[in-house]
């Protein structure tokens, strides 16, 4: 059975950093990634990552402030979180998929399996 537990989110001000962790167990798939859900509004990728090879995706939104990596001996993957901006305030989910999903990358319909979210406010 796959379980994703996050953690690590939060309240910050603006310009502040955070990192969320997704502890994986019984999940041996290939592709993980970080979605969002601010209210009102529909699901988001944030960012993924290949577990085989580390290879990385990121919403245009996010590209040079977060870093998506893996620490396979922890089965944990992380989400690094900088320059923070009040439009990343959301619930932060964990996703997995069962098999690898390329040009899909971005779709919440592909990812078999979600953890049940962290809190990420940020404050102007």
């Known amino acids: 059975q796959v379980q994703l537990v996050e953690s690590g989110g939060g309240s910050v001000q603006a310009g502040g950093s955070l990192r969320l962790s997704c502890a994986a167990s019984?999940?041996?798939?290939?592709?993980m990634g970080w979605f969002r859900q601010a209210p009102g509004k529909e699901r988001e990728v944030v960012a993924v990552i290949y577990t085989g090879g580390s290879r990385t995706f990121y919403a245009d939104s996010v590209k040079g402030r977060f870093t998506i990596s893996q620490d396979n001996a922890k089965k944990t993957v992380y989400l690094q979180m900088n320059n923070l901006k009040p439009e990343d305030t959301a619930m932060y989910y964990c996703?997995?998929?069962?098999?690898?999903?390329?040009?899909?990358?971005?779709?919440?319909?592909?990812?078999?399996?979600w953890g049940q979210g962290t809190q990420v406010t940020v404050s102007s």
């Open positions: 019984g999940y041996t798939g290939p592709q």
């Open positions: 996703a997995a998929t069962n098999m690898y999903y390329g040009s899909s990358w971005t779709r919440a319909s592909v990812y078999k399996y």
